[in-house]
């Protein structure tokens, strides 16, 4: 490889590229990595000035399939370790035919995934519990496993990270999708490119089904991690006894991103609904910012509805699961906790003398902002609410939500150029004066914070609302309750997998 200076490259109209100023090089070089042209990642051969451009973006993001894992150690040499921002581990899983996609997975089966991702955990983790910590830098790891017959039968609406799957980006006028629906397929629920009936309960159980990693509890720890993101589009969901174990795992974890999903059969509620409490409170205290969502579905609905036992009572649980996330916030410069537990729940176990000395911003969903809630139980929570936010001195975000299908509200409470104001924004009429005292308890938050009077308004919502999806997108909430990408996925999952009543 050449030196510096850089070759006397030429182009058409006989420029010297050595004679561009290295600032302008470094933009067009920029540009050229932007487009990431087929075979954009060789022009770093050319000299030591484009690898040093062309290197930092070539590694800054490796998505690595089960078999990339192995080759791992010799893909990244060590000076390039520190390029490396963030790994994508995409697990592919074993097929399953027509024979099968109806039932559950069997043990054999389940067993054979399990051990496939556990194999490739180990080996990213055996691989880069070597790499420096670099907080300033920070990495990400993001898991997701999948089978690609996911999406072949039942679910072929559904993203599960596949290679050919269209992204936002790739979704524009006039341009072709990689991955279209199916025309006709009735014996999956398919007609016409119209989904006619919900999948077999069982289907929905194979696709949901859990990932219990016992043997990975033998993997090395890795403290170059600091950041987690398991996104939504991973269907199975971790045991608490799994996740218990990945978290040990990364003891300089800064921030985690979680999209789980709910879960209704009583068995799997006794074994996964302690993993809400589990990981939470086993998140490492080098923890600052927090992102969880609880996603469901139509198809989850359905199962819900088949398995339910009517005596089960979730309310004691979703009060323990409030009070852990209330304690765990004190420690927090960013909490959002959409769906898993309700705020009515995190500021009733939120103590008269708790102090937030960090918090910076903080999102909660309640289904007290429903329309058909009673306004008096909705004014007391936004009174709870004022009361916490007096002892929460960074504070400048607050959002207290509820979204599903043709209903959306926010209560925001946001600080920007030196201005408090809250906004009630909602497809429903919603007017913060007829809310006894809520006004007057976020004044005083406001007077505390910048010895101002609050600004109070209403932001109407206008546009229909088909899914939970469409509710955040539309609510426009001032901070991340979920990844863009998942949202992108949420409503357009809704808006092709929507059963046809033709």
Not at 201 to 220: K, N
Request: glycine content about 4%; some cysteine.
């Amino acid at each position: 490889m050449s030196s510096s200076p850089p070759l006397p490259i030429v182009n058409e109209n006989g420029v010297n590229w050595s004679l561009i100023p290295s600032e302008l090089r470094e933009m067009i070089l920029k540009a050229i990595v932007r487009c990431k042209n087929p075979g954009w990642g060789s022009h770093a051969a050319v000299s030591k000035e484009w690898q040093s451009v062309i290197e930092v973006e070539n590694f800054c993001r490796l998505k690595l399939r089960y078999e990339c894992v192995f080759q791992l150690e010799h893909m990244v040499a060590p000076e390039r370790q520190k390029l490396v921002r963030h790994i994508w581990l995409n697990i592919g899983l074993f097929d399953y035919n027509c024979g099968n996609c109806h039932i559950r997975e069997n043990r054999y089966n389940r067993e054979s995934n399990n051990i496939k991702i556990e194999t490739a955990l180990g080996r990213l983790f055996s691989v880069i519990c070597h790499w420096p910590w670099q907080p300033e830098k920070g990495l990400k790891l993001e898991l997701n496993a999948y089978s690609d017959s996911d999406s072949q039968h039942f679910f072929q609406h559904y993203y599960i990270g596949a290679e050919h799957e269209e992204s936002p980006e790739e979704v524009r006028p006039n341009r072709v999708l990689a991955r279209q629906l199916p025309a006709h397929d009735p014996t999956h629920g398919w007609i016409d490119d119209q989904r006619v009936f919900v999948p077999p309960t069982e289907s929905i159980w194979r696709l949901f089904s859990a990932m219990f990693l016992t043997g990975f509890r033998e993997s090395p720890r890795v403290a170059a991690v600091t950041s987690l993101v398991i996104r939504r589009q991973l269907r199975r969901c971790f045991s608490p006894f799994t996740l218990q174990v990945l978290l040990d795992k990364l003891p300089c974890l800064l921030e985690i991103s979680y999209e789980s999903w709910r879960t209704w059969n009583e068995d799997w509620k006794e074994i996964f609904f302690p993993s809400k409490s589990i990981f939470s409170r086993w998140i490492p205290r080098s923890v600052k910012r927090i992102v969880i969502f609880e996603d469901t579905n139509d198809d989850i609905t359905t199962a819900m509805n088949f398995y339910a036992d009517p005596l089960w009572d979730s309310s004691a649980l979703d009060s323990q699961i409030g009070k852990v996330f209330a304690d765990r916030s004190l420690q927090l410069e960013q909490l959002a906790a959409s769906f898993m537990t309700d705020a009515r729940h995190f500021f009733h176990h939120c103590q008269k003398s708790s102090v937030w000395p960090r918090l910076q911003s903080l999102a909660l969903t309640t289904s007290l902002l429903c329309s058909t809630s009673s306004r008096e139980r909705a004014a007391a929570l936004l009174r709870a609410a004022a009361k916490s936010a007096l002892n929460m001195p960074k504070l400048h975000t607050m959002a207290l939500w509820y979204g599903a299908r043709r209903e959306a509200c926010a209560f925001i409470y946001k600080i920007k150029a030196g201005t408090a104001s809250i906004t009630a924004r909602s497809t429903w009429y919603m007017d913060l004066n007829h809310y006894p005292g809520v006004i007057t308890a976020w004044n005083n938050v406001s007077f505390k914070a910048l010895h101002r009077d609050i600004h109070v308004s209403q932001d109407p919502i206008q546009e229909v609302i088909e899914s939970h999806g469409d509710a955040i997108h539309y609510l426009r909430l001032p901070c991340t309750v979920i990844d863009t990408v998942s949202l992108w996925q949420i409503r357009r999952e809704a808006a092709r997998g929507r059963i046809s009543v033709n």
